[in-house]
């Protein structure tokens, strides 16, 4: 049995809420990069928010963006520096909504970077308010005390099939919530890299992940709530492989 | 530079000169009366080697010319009225990050929509603008195709000198204006030229975060660099024209396309025995405040012409100036000033009939 190693391309610990998913995204993408032999050719790139969090964590070159933008920050260095592997790490707020025509134009221009969405279901850096593109029907946030409601604020979207349409690389959803799970989300990441290895197509990889600490849960309810209500709204599997030409569970 | 005169529009110039400069990264949307720049370098950058990306919007082209200007490219956008108003969270960003990038503003006139037409009431947006927090951009006003060339050219020098937002104000006269022009000779510009670009090095190598200056160097130190360098840039970078200045009894201030109606007023007031004289500022951030020092006796008042509804530019004169002379703003608001209008409003001043103009 191999014994478990940390990363080499983490070189701090980080201020991420306990149980947080952010953190396994985190470790699961340096794991990915070093696996690939990439950790000596890579820009990264972060949302403000949660995600920021990484920029001190890991040991590349990192830019963080403004708020939704990173899609587009990432397009210019991609453009300037078309043989490294440049990654964007951003949250559902920052991608899917106040983001969303950069998100959507990097994946329709089919740039050639690995995008990788947190979609937690809420804000979580401003105190957990509603996320129009990812908090649940009935779900209560600080911005949606009595429980989303249709009538005034719509329904989440799934996002990965509005991207289907877009001619994309690659379009998948994992989620976190045991470690099969886990396994699964990683492979859809490394397949996200190699795809840039491989000079291929933009490349979206949205994973399911806990905010326990917004969500007013305790790490393992919110576990819990992912694998029972979100991924009925949020289905997970490949959506887009363009070298399969398969579609998953979209 | 070529000796050869070219027969360019004051756009076309910019994107030429830029792409001289070793400009290699161009993004952004299509408004008038800048769209021949977007044009042009939708021809040409490919050729040179360069990227050029028609945007979604201006914050997102800006978030393109970010990343591409942190990856060491030498970058450009351009806009106008609404659409610069949507690149200040960007400059902000890039002034955060001490990230250079050579922008322009070709001003339309008027709010909202406002006209196609030129105008020049974005004057205190771009001078004293930059999104949120406190900032400072040099701002060239070029006043001729030729100068347009000259500036822009030099607008990336500086923007890499200071790690400095530049930009180029003209407006839609200078921008749509089609004159001689020289252009300057080629260059070619280095991504790896700089340290604090993103080159994607590897491990244990020393990495740059490019996340707020303040969560690197910390805000005390942060502050020491930004006033230190705005200081700097105010102290050396302020250039003017001066005409008539010497025995002048009124002293025109104007830029872009207003000071060139100003000149040939000063010869025809000369003409007339209506001594006028002119400083024309060509950085308008820093504004020219050396041009203001020798300000002879003669001079009874300064005269700003402009293209707004209530005098910008009477703010950067009454600061410098510091109320020694009495201020007195031509305003012409969407219509571009005639020499004819500027005699005439200079007269009625030196015959007591005009108030001075307070600037709110």
């Known amino acids: 049995m191999t014994a478990l190693k940390k990363p080499r391309s983490i070189i701090q610990p980080v201020s991420f809420c306990a149980g947080c998913g952010h953190a396994i995204i985190q470790r699961l993408i340096a794991e990915c990069i070093e696996e690939l032999g990439l950790q000596d050719q890579i820009i990264a790139c972060c949302d403000i928010a949660c995600s920021e969090w990484s920029l001190d964590a890991l040991d590349y070159d990192f830019i963080a963006g403004p708020h939704g933008r990173i899609a587009a920050v990432a397009t210019g260095i991609k453009k300037v520096r078309p043989d490294k592997i440049v990654y964007a790490h951003a949250g559902d707020g920052s991608s899917y909504v106040i983001g969303l025509t950069e998100t959507c134009y990097a994946a329709i221009r089919d740039v050639p970077i690995t995008m990788i969405v947190v979609n937690n279901a809420c804000l979580g850096m401003t105190g957990g308010q509603m996320n129009l593109a990812t908090t649940l029907l009935g779900d209560k946030t600080s911005s949606s005390p009595y429980g989303r409601s249709k009538d005034s604020t719509g329904h989440p979207v799934d996002m990965l099939k509005l991207i289907q349409n877009l001619d994309v690389q690659f379009a998948a959803r994992g989620a976190l919530f045991d470690p099969r799970h886990i396994e699964e989300t990683k492979r859809y990441i490394k397949k996200g890299f190699e795809n840039q290895v491989s000079k291929k197509g933009f490349s979206v990889i949205e994973v399911l992940s806990p905010c326990p600490t917004n969500w007013n849960l305790s790490p393992v309810d919110a576990m819990k709530k992912i694998r029972e209500e979100n991924t009925k709204v949020f289905p997970l599997g490949i959506y887009v492989d363009r070298e399969e030409r398969g579609t998953g569970c979209g | ?360």
């Open chain 2, 1 to 360: 530079m070529d000796d050869k005169y070219v027969l360019l529009k004051g756009n076309e110039a910019i994107a030429e000169a830029a792409l001289r400069a070793g400009c290699r990264f161009y993004a952004g949307y299509p408004i008038t009366p800048q769209s021949e720049i977007l044009e042009y370098m939708s021809a040409n950058m490919e050729k040179n080697g360069g990227v050029f990306y028609q945007a979604e919007n201006e914050i997102a082209g800006m978030s393109m010319l970010f990343g591409a200007a942190a990856a060491g490219a030498r970058v450009m956008s351009s806009s106008s009225g609404p659409g610069f108003d949507l690149m200040q969270e960007e400059i902000s960003y890039l002034s955060s990050n001490g990230i250079p990038a050579v922008l322009v503003n070709a001003m339309r006139y008027g709010t909202g929509d406002g006209e196609i037409t030129a105008g020049q009431d974005s004057y205190w947006l771009t001078t004293r603008g930059g999104g949120h927090g406190d900032s400072r951009q040099i701002v060239f006003a070029p006043a001729s195709v030729d100068e347009c060339a000259q500036l822009t050219y030099l607008a990336f020098d500086l923007a890499e000198k200071y790690r400095n937002v530049v930009i180029i104000l003209t407006d839609g006269a200078v921008s749509q204006m089609i004159e001689k022009c020289r252009l300057p000779g080629r260059k070619e510009h280095d991504i790896d030229q700089f340290d604090w670009t993103l080159s994607g090095k590897p491990l244990g190598a020393k990495k740059n975060k490019l996340n707020n200056m303040t969560n690197i160097i910390g805000h005390s130190d942060y502050q020491k660099y930004l006033f230190e360098k705005y200081a700097e840039m105010f102290e050396n970078e302020q250039r003017w024209e001066s005409l008539g200045v010497e025995d002048a009894e009124l002293l025109l201030v104007a830029y872009g396309i207003s000071s060139r109606v100003c000149k040939t007023a000063v010869m025809e007031g000369r003409k007339k025995g209506i001594k006028l004289g002119l400083i024309r500022p060509i950085t308008v951030w820093p504004f020219p405040r050396k041009a203001f020092e020798k300000i002879p006796d003669s001079v009874k008042g300064f005269v700003t012409v402009e293209m707004c509804v209530a005098t910008q530019l009477g703010l950067d004169v009454e600061l410098t100036s510091k109320g020694r002379r009495a201020l007195y703003s031509y305003l012409t608001g969407v219509n571009i000033p005639t020499a004819e209008g500027i005699l005439a409003f200079c007269e009625s001043i030196l015959s007591g009939k005009q108030k001075p103009t307070e600037v709110f």
